[in-house]
């Protein structure tokens, strides 16, 4: 089991920026697919954004293409989403997610590729 740890979140005014970081203790990350989920209070899930295992490749919602940005240090094990430019529409709890089906190319964008999540960061965009 991977346990996965979301921080960085907090409350932000409209046009602000965040970085959010996850990481994980006693297990390294560095062969997994990663991605970054959010949930808006009486919403689904839903993606924001992925990168494979090497970083070398990312997807992301159109929602927050242009303004976020996924990346990953493999040798800190840890995984952040810089977030800019942010909308109050922005304001939700945001998961780390891990696929741990090692060296994955291509990272999954649906929640059922995923395997380990962590607890959520609260992101609260308001003025």
């Known amino acids: 089991q991977v346990r996965l740890v979301e921080s960085g979140g907090g409350l932000v005014q409209p046009g602000g920026s965040l970085r959010l970081s996850c990481t994980a203790s006693?297990?390294?990350?560095?062969?997994?697919?990663m991605a970054w989920f959010r949930q808006a209070p009486g919403k689904e899930r839903e993606f924001a954004a992925a990168?494979?295992?090497?970083?070398?490749?990312?997807f992301y919602a159109d929602s927050v293409k242009g303004r976020f940005t996924i990346s990953r240090d493999n040798t800190k094990n840890t995984v952040y989403l810089q977030m800019n430019s942010l909308k109050p529409e922005d304001a939700a709890v945001y998961y780390c997610a891990a696929d741990r089906r090692a060296f994955r190319v291509v990272a999954p964008v649906v929640e059922r590729e995923y395997d380990y999540w962590g607890q959520g960061t609260q992101v609260t965009v308001s003025s």
């Open positions: 006693r297990r390294s990350l560095s062969t997994y697919a």
């Open positions: 990168i494979n295992w090497s970083g070398g490749s990312t």
